[in-house]
Protein backbone atom coordinates (compact mmCIF):
# COMPACT_ATOMS: atom_id res chain seq x y z
CA UNK A 1 0.00 0.00 0.00
CA UNK A 2 1.37 3.34 -0.91
CA UNK A 3 2.11 6.20 1.54
CA UNK A 4 -0.86 8.05 -0.32
CA UNK A 5 -3.47 4.95 0.09
CA UNK A 6 -2.34 4.60 3.98
CA UNK A 7 -3.22 8.45 4.84
CA UNK A 8 -6.66 8.36 2.61
CA UNK A 9 -7.26 4.65 4.78
CA UNK A 10 -6.35 6.45 8.21
CA UNK A 11 -7.75 9.72 7.44
CA UNK A 12 -11.39 8.90 5.29
CA UNK A 13 -12.07 5.10 5.60
CA UNK A 14 -11.53 4.84 9.64
CA UNK A 15 -13.78 7.72 10.66
CA UNK A 16 -16.20 6.26 8.02
CA UNK A 17 -15.61 2.47 9.59
CA UNK A 18 -15.82 3.67 13.11
CA UNK A 19 -19.63 5.47 12.33
CA UNK A 20 -20.65 2.02 10.07
CA UNK A 21 -20.17 0.34 13.37
CA UNK A 22 -21.91 2.89 15.41
CA UNK A 23 -24.66 2.05 13.15
CA UNK A 24 -24.53 -1.89 13.17
CA UNK A 25 -24.09 -1.60 17.03
CA UNK A 26 -27.23 0.25 17.57
CA UNK A 27 -29.20 -2.37 15.13
CA UNK A 28 -28.11 -5.12 17.09
CA UNK A 29 -28.94 -3.45 20.29
CA UNK A 30 -32.26 -2.61 18.79
CA UNK A 31 -32.65 -6.53 18.19
CA UNK A 32 -31.05 -7.86 20.99
CA UNK A 33 -34.09 -4.88 23.36
CA UNK A 34 -36.93 -6.13 21.16
CA UNK A 35 -37.42 -2.79 19.46
CA UNK A 36 -36.68 -4.69 16.42
CA UNK A 37 -38.52 -7.70 16.20
CA UNK A 38 -37.45 -11.46 15.65
CA UNK A 39 -39.56 -14.34 13.81
CA UNK A 40 -39.68 -17.58 15.11
CA UNK A 41 -41.04 -20.62 13.73
CA UNK A 42 -42.85 -23.75 14.40
CA UNK A 43 -39.49 -25.83 12.56
CA UNK A 44 -35.67 -25.68 13.55
CA UNK A 45 -33.78 -22.38 11.69
CA UNK A 46 -29.93 -23.44 11.17
CA UNK A 47 -28.52 -20.19 9.60
CA UNK A 48 -24.90 -20.18 8.32
CA UNK A 49 -23.10 -16.86 7.03
CA UNK A 50 -20.22 -14.95 7.80
CA UNK A 51 -18.83 -11.71 9.80
CA UNK A 52 -16.68 -10.59 6.63
CA UNK A 53 -17.27 -9.73 3.21
CA UNK A 54 -16.80 -12.44 0.83
CA UNK A 55 -14.42 -16.01 0.18
CA UNK A 56 -15.13 -17.30 3.49
CA UNK A 57 -16.39 -20.82 1.24
CA UNK A 58 -20.17 -20.52 2.84
CA UNK A 59 -22.11 -22.08 0.40
CA UNK A 60 -19.64 -25.60 0.64
CA UNK A 61 -20.36 -25.20 4.17
CA UNK A 62 -24.06 -24.61 3.34
CA UNK A 63 -23.64 -27.67 1.43
CA UNK A 64 -22.05 -30.07 3.77
CA UNK A 65 -24.52 -29.21 6.85
CA UNK A 66 -27.45 -30.21 4.28
CA UNK A 67 -25.86 -33.05 2.76
CA UNK A 68 -25.27 -34.72 6.57
CA UNK A 69 -28.66 -33.47 7.96
CA UNK A 70 -30.50 -34.53 4.90
CA UNK A 71 -31.56 -38.36 5.26
CA UNK A 72 -32.29 -37.62 8.70
CA UNK A 73 -34.85 -34.19 8.53
CA UNK A 74 -37.08 -32.83 5.43
CA UNK A 75 -34.77 -29.67 4.65
CA UNK A 76 -35.98 -26.56 2.90
CA UNK A 77 -33.62 -23.80 1.88
CA UNK A 78 -33.95 -20.53 1.78
CA UNK A 79 -31.34 -17.37 0.46
CA UNK A 80 -31.64 -14.05 -1.16
CA UNK A 81 -30.40 -15.44 -4.59
CA UNK A 82 -27.55 -13.24 -4.58
CA UNK A 83 -28.17 -11.28 -8.12
CA UNK A 84 -30.78 -12.95 -9.70
CA UNK A 85 -32.54 -11.13 -11.84
CA UNK A 86 -35.64 -12.11 -10.42
CA UNK A 87 -38.17 -10.45 -6.84
CA UNK A 88 -39.51 -11.97 -4.19
CA UNK A 89 -40.04 -15.31 -3.90
CA UNK A 90 -39.08 -18.09 -6.40
CA UNK A 91 -39.16 -21.72 -5.63
CA UNK A 92 -36.29 -23.93 -7.87
CA UNK A 93 -37.49 -26.65 -10.02
CA UNK A 94 -35.71 -28.60 -12.67
CA UNK A 95 -36.09 -25.55 -15.39
CA UNK A 96 -34.89 -22.74 -12.77
CA UNK A 97 -31.72 -21.09 -14.41
CA UNK A 98 -29.03 -19.01 -11.95
CA UNK A 99 -30.47 -16.00 -13.55
CA UNK A 100 -33.85 -16.48 -11.80
CA UNK A 101 -32.67 -17.99 -8.75
CA UNK A 102 -28.55 -16.81 -8.18
CA UNK A 103 -25.79 -18.99 -8.76
CA UNK A 104 -25.22 -19.88 -5.22
CA UNK A 105 -28.86 -21.55 -5.11
CA UNK A 106 -29.03 -22.97 -8.46
CA UNK A 107 -25.85 -24.99 -7.04
CA UNK A 108 -27.50 -26.38 -4.25
CA UNK A 109 -30.44 -27.21 -5.89
CA UNK A 110 -28.33 -29.08 -8.67
CA UNK A 111 -26.91 -31.07 -5.79
CA UNK A 112 -30.09 -31.94 -3.47
CA UNK A 113 -33.34 -30.79 -5.11
CA UNK A 114 -33.92 -34.56 -5.21
CA UNK A 115 -33.85 -34.40 -1.61
CA UNK A 116 -34.45 -30.83 -0.27
CA UNK A 117 -36.45 -27.84 -1.05
CA UNK A 118 -34.94 -24.60 -2.72
CA UNK A 119 -36.69 -21.11 -2.59
CA UNK A 120 -35.29 -17.68 -2.71
CA UNK A 121 -36.44 -14.45 -1.46
CA UNK A 122 -34.74 -10.88 -0.19
CA UNK A 123 -37.60 -11.01 3.26
CA UNK A 124 -36.65 -14.29 5.01
CA UNK A 125 -39.62 -14.11 6.99
CA UNK A 126 -41.63 -14.13 3.65
CA UNK A 127 -39.61 -16.81 2.27
CA UNK A 128 -40.07 -19.64 5.27
CA UNK A 129 -44.03 -19.17 5.61
CA UNK A 130 -43.91 -19.34 1.29
CA UNK A 131 -41.81 -22.66 1.52
CA UNK A 132 -43.83 -24.44 4.83
CA UNK A 133 -46.82 -23.65 2.92
CA UNK A 134 -45.28 -24.97 -0.17
CA UNK A 135 -44.08 -28.17 1.68
CA UNK A 136 -45.65 -28.54 5.19
CA UNK A 137 -43.60 -31.63 5.95
CA UNK A 138 -40.33 -29.67 5.65
CA UNK A 139 -39.28 -30.12 9.58
CA UNK A 140 -35.76 -28.40 9.22
CA UNK A 141 -34.59 -24.77 7.56
CA UNK A 142 -31.03 -23.74 6.32
CA UNK A 143 -30.89 -19.78 6.35
CA UNK A 144 -27.85 -18.95 3.77
CA UNK A 145 -26.03 -16.02 4.33
CA UNK A 146 -28.49 -14.88 7.10
CA UNK A 147 -26.26 -14.01 9.90
CA UNK A 148 -27.13 -10.54 9.72
CA UNK A 149 -30.43 -10.91 8.94
CA UNK A 150 -31.98 -11.09 12.34
CA UNK A 151 -35.87 -10.49 11.61
CA UNK A 152 -35.29 -14.56 11.85
CA UNK A 153 -34.62 -16.02 15.27
CA UNK A 154 -32.35 -18.69 14.25
CA UNK A 155 -32.26 -22.22 16.24
CA UNK A 156 -28.63 -22.53 15.80
CA UNK A 157 -26.16 -20.05 14.10
CA UNK A 158 -23.05 -21.43 11.97
CA UNK A 159 -20.26 -18.68 11.37
CA UNK A 160 -17.82 -19.60 8.89
CA UNK A 161 -14.59 -17.54 8.83
CA UNK A 162 -11.40 -17.49 7.29
CA UNK A 163 -8.17 -18.61 7.94
CA UNK A 164 -5.80 -16.67 6.26
CA UNK A 165 -8.11 -14.00 7.17
CA UNK A 166 -8.47 -13.88 11.38
CA UNK A 167 -11.67 -11.79 12.03
CA UNK A 168 -9.66 -10.45 15.31
CA UNK A 169 -6.83 -8.74 13.25
CA UNK A 170 -9.31 -6.98 10.82
CA UNK A 171 -11.34 -3.95 11.08
CA UNK A 172 -15.59 -2.73 10.32
CA UNK A 173 -16.20 -1.50 6.42
CA UNK A 174 -14.80 -0.13 4.44
CA UNK A 175 -11.61 0.39 6.70
CA UNK A 176 -11.53 -3.46 6.71
CA UNK A 177 -13.21 -6.52 5.82
CA UNK A 178 -16.18 -6.78 8.33
CA UNK A 179 -19.19 -6.58 8.42
CA UNK A 180 -19.68 -6.51 12.05
CA UNK A 181 -17.06 -6.69 14.67
CA UNK A 182 -15.57 -9.94 16.73
CA UNK A 183 -17.94 -9.59 19.47
CA UNK A 184 -20.71 -10.26 16.78
CA UNK A 185 -19.74 -14.32 17.13
CA UNK A 186 -21.28 -14.09 20.40
CA UNK A 187 -24.59 -15.10 18.69
CA UNK A 188 -23.26 -17.86 17.31
CA UNK A 189 -23.18 -21.42 18.18
CA UNK A 190 -20.29 -22.69 15.98
CA UNK A 191 -17.68 -20.91 14.52
CA UNK A 192 -16.18 -22.64 11.76
CA UNK A 193 -12.34 -21.67 10.91
CA UNK A 194 -12.22 -22.58 7.05
CA UNK A 195 -9.82 -22.85 4.04
CA UNK A 196 -7.30 -24.35 6.55
CA UNK A 197 -3.98 -25.41 5.23
CA UNK A 198 -3.39 -29.56 4.65
CA UNK A 199 -1.52 -29.46 7.81
CA UNK A 200 -2.18 -26.79 9.65
CA UNK A 201 0.24 -26.26 13.00
CA UNK A 202 -1.15 -26.89 16.46
CA UNK A 203 -0.18 -23.85 17.32
CA UNK A 204 -2.08 -22.34 15.07
CA UNK A 205 -5.47 -23.48 16.00
CA UNK A 206 -4.21 -22.59 19.44
CA UNK A 207 -4.07 -18.88 18.60
CA UNK A 208 -7.40 -19.04 16.65
CA UNK A 209 -9.24 -20.91 19.73
CA UNK A 210 -7.53 -17.96 22.37
CA UNK A 211 -7.91 -14.98 20.05
CA UNK A 212 -12.16 -15.89 19.08
CA UNK A 213 -12.38 -15.81 22.35
CA UNK A 214 -15.91 -18.10 22.69
CA UNK A 215 -18.21 -18.77 25.64
CA UNK A 216 -18.45 -22.33 26.75
CA UNK A 217 -22.06 -23.03 25.00
CA UNK A 218 -20.08 -22.07 22.04
CA UNK A 219 -17.56 -24.44 19.61
CA UNK A 220 -15.19 -23.92 16.92
CA UNK A 221 -14.04 -25.99 13.91
CA UNK A 222 -11.65 -26.38 11.39
CA UNK A 223 -11.93 -27.11 8.06
CA UNK A 224 -10.02 -27.13 4.97
CA UNK A 225 -11.34 -28.14 0.98
CA UNK A 226 -10.88 -31.28 -0.83
CA UNK A 227 -10.92 -30.84 -4.66
CA UNK A 228 -11.86 -33.72 -6.55
CA UNK A 229 -10.90 -34.52 -10.15
CA UNK A 230 -11.56 -32.44 -12.87
CA UNK A 231 -15.32 -32.58 -14.22
CA UNK A 232 -16.09 -31.18 -17.80
CA UNK A 233 -18.50 -28.06 -17.80
CA UNK A 234 -20.48 -29.05 -20.93
CA UNK A 235 -19.98 -33.00 -20.85
CA UNK A 236 -21.56 -33.80 -24.33
CA UNK A 237 -19.04 -31.35 -25.61
CA UNK A 238 -15.99 -33.11 -23.56
CA UNK A 239 -13.07 -35.81 -24.85
CA UNK A 240 -14.34 -39.48 -23.21
CA UNK A 241 -11.36 -38.82 -20.91
CA UNK A 242 -10.92 -36.18 -18.42
CA UNK A 243 -7.39 -34.41 -18.17
CA UNK A 244 -5.76 -34.88 -14.65
CA UNK A 245 -3.80 -32.46 -13.25
CA UNK A 246 -1.62 -34.48 -11.39
CA UNK A 247 -0.23 -35.54 -14.81
CA UNK A 248 0.25 -32.40 -16.64
CA UNK A 249 4.16 -30.93 -17.45
CA UNK A 250 5.56 -27.65 -18.30
CA UNK A 251 4.34 -28.27 -21.48
CA UNK A 252 0.74 -28.44 -20.80
CA UNK A 253 -1.33 -24.92 -20.36
CA UNK A 254 -3.96 -24.25 -18.06
CA UNK A 255 -6.03 -21.23 -18.47
CA UNK A 256 -8.12 -20.19 -15.28
CA UNK A 257 -11.11 -18.46 -15.09
CA UNK A 258 -12.54 -17.74 -12.02
CA UNK A 259 -15.28 -15.10 -10.45
CA UNK A 260 -15.18 -16.15 -6.81
CA UNK A 261 -14.97 -13.72 -3.46
CA UNK A 262 -11.30 -14.87 -2.45
CA UNK A 263 -9.89 -16.89 -5.98
CA UNK A 264 -6.36 -16.77 -4.22
CA UNK A 265 -6.69 -20.87 -2.80
CA UNK A 266 -8.02 -22.01 -6.00
CA UNK A 267 -5.57 -20.26 -7.89
CA UNK A 268 -2.66 -21.68 -5.78
CA UNK A 269 -4.34 -25.35 -6.08
CA UNK A 270 -3.86 -25.29 -9.91
CA UNK A 271 -0.33 -23.95 -9.44
CA UNK A 272 0.50 -26.95 -7.58
CA UNK A 273 0.64 -28.94 -10.55
CA UNK A 274 3.56 -28.58 -13.18
CA UNK A 275 1.39 -27.21 -16.32
CA UNK A 276 2.23 -23.27 -16.91
CA UNK A 277 -0.62 -21.36 -15.92
CA UNK A 278 -2.64 -17.97 -17.27
CA UNK A 279 -5.25 -16.32 -15.08
CA UNK A 280 -8.71 -14.60 -15.59
CA UNK A 281 -10.22 -13.50 -12.78
CA UNK A 282 -13.63 -11.67 -12.72
CA UNK A 283 -15.84 -10.46 -9.51
CA UNK A 284 -17.38 -12.22 -7.41
CA UNK A 285 -20.92 -14.12 -8.94
CA UNK A 286 -19.90 -11.86 -12.35
CA UNK A 287 -22.54 -12.53 -14.53
CA UNK A 288 -20.50 -13.28 -17.97
CA UNK A 289 -21.35 -11.51 -21.15
CA UNK A 290 -20.27 -11.64 -24.72
CA UNK A 291 -17.02 -9.14 -24.06
CA UNK A 292 -15.69 -11.79 -21.08
CA UNK A 293 -16.03 -14.63 -23.57
CA UNK A 294 -14.62 -12.99 -26.32
CA UNK A 295 -11.51 -12.16 -23.81
CA UNK A 296 -10.89 -15.18 -22.76
CA UNK A 297 -11.56 -17.11 -25.67
CA UNK A 298 -8.51 -14.46 -27.44
CA UNK A 299 -6.14 -15.54 -24.57
CA UNK A 300 -7.06 -19.18 -24.78
CA UNK A 301 -6.19 -18.51 -28.40
CA UNK A 302 -2.96 -17.35 -27.66
CA UNK A 303 -1.58 -20.47 -25.86
CA UNK A 304 0.73 -22.85 -27.48
CA UNK A 305 1.40 -25.73 -25.54
CA UNK A 306 1.15 -29.84 -25.75
CA UNK A 307 -1.96 -29.54 -24.52
CA UNK A 308 -4.29 -26.69 -23.14
CA UNK A 309 -7.56 -26.43 -21.49
CA UNK A 310 -9.56 -23.92 -19.19
CA UNK A 311 -10.54 -24.71 -15.77
CA UNK A 312 -13.23 -22.24 -13.71
CA UNK A 313 -14.77 -23.09 -10.39
CA UNK A 314 -17.50 -24.66 -9.41
CA UNK A 315 -19.81 -21.71 -8.89
CA UNK A 316 -18.41 -20.36 -12.17
CA UNK A 317 -19.15 -23.58 -13.99
CA UNK A 318 -22.88 -22.82 -13.17
CA UNK A 319 -23.50 -19.65 -14.46
CA UNK A 320 -21.57 -20.67 -17.80
CA UNK A 321 -23.51 -23.91 -18.58
CA UNK A 322 -26.50 -21.94 -18.10
CA UNK A 323 -25.23 -18.79 -20.51
CA UNK A 324 -26.55 -19.36 -23.88
CA UNK A 325 -23.36 -16.74 -25.25
CA UNK A 326 -20.82 -19.20 -23.93
CA UNK A 327 -18.53 -19.46 -27.16
CA UNK A 328 -18.92 -23.16 -28.94
CA UNK A 329 -15.86 -23.52 -29.72
CA UNK A 330 -14.26 -23.80 -26.09
CA UNK A 331 -16.93 -25.92 -25.19
CA UNK A 332 -14.57 -29.15 -25.13
CA UNK A 333 -11.72 -27.58 -23.38
CA UNK A 334 -13.49 -26.29 -20.26
CA UNK A 335 -13.32 -27.94 -17.00
CA UNK A 336 -14.34 -27.04 -13.21
CA UNK A 337 -12.87 -28.48 -10.37
CA UNK A 338 -15.26 -29.62 -7.67
CA UNK A 339 -14.79 -28.94 -3.73
CA UNK A 340 -15.98 -30.61 -0.98
CA UNK A 341 -15.81 -29.68 3.00
CA UNK A 342 -13.31 -31.77 5.34
CA UNK A 343 -13.96 -31.28 8.90
CA UNK A 344 -10.21 -31.75 10.45
CA UNK A 345 -8.91 -33.19 13.78
CA UNK A 346 -11.41 -36.02 12.83
CA UNK A 347 -14.34 -34.00 14.26
CA UNK A 348 -16.86 -34.47 11.49
CA UNK A 349 -18.73 -36.57 13.93
CA UNK A 350 -18.45 -34.28 16.79
CA UNK A 351 -19.78 -31.26 14.36
CA UNK A 352 -22.57 -33.28 13.37
CA UNK A 353 -23.28 -34.19 16.40
CA UNK A 354 -23.32 -30.44 18.49
CA UNK A 355 -24.98 -29.35 15.48
CA UNK A 356 -28.12 -31.98 15.92
CA UNK A 357 -28.03 -31.44 19.52
CA UNK A 358 -28.31 -27.53 19.13
CA UNK A 359 -31.28 -27.93 16.28
CA UNK A 360 -33.24 -30.55 19.12
CA UNK A 361 -32.58 -27.74 21.94
CA UNK A 362 -29.97 -29.74 24.03
CA UNK A 363 -27.02 -28.00 26.02
Known amino acids: MSKASKIFSKLVLYPLSRLYGAVVYTRNKFFDWGVLSQCTFDVPVVVVGNISVGGTGKTPHVEYIVDVL ?3 YNIGVVSRGYKRQTKGFVMATSKSTPNQ ?3 EPYQIYRKFGRDVSVAVCENRVEGINELLQINPEINLIVLDDAFQHRYVKPTVSVVITEFSRPVFS ?4 PYGRLRESKDALAR ?8 CPDEPKGVDMMLYDRNL ?8 FFSKFEYGSLVPVFPSMAPALAPSLHFLTDKDMVLIVAGIGNPRPFVKK ?10 NIFPDHHNFNKRDFAVIEKRFGAMRGRSKFIVTTEKDAVRMVANPDFPEALKPYIYYLPIKVNILKNEAEAF ?12
Open 270 to 279: IRRYKARVWI
Open 170 to 173: DNLL
Open 70 to 72: RHK
Open 213 to 220: DLFPYQRV
Open 101 to 103: IGD
Open 352 to 363: VDFLERKINGLP
Open 188 to 195: ADIVVVSK
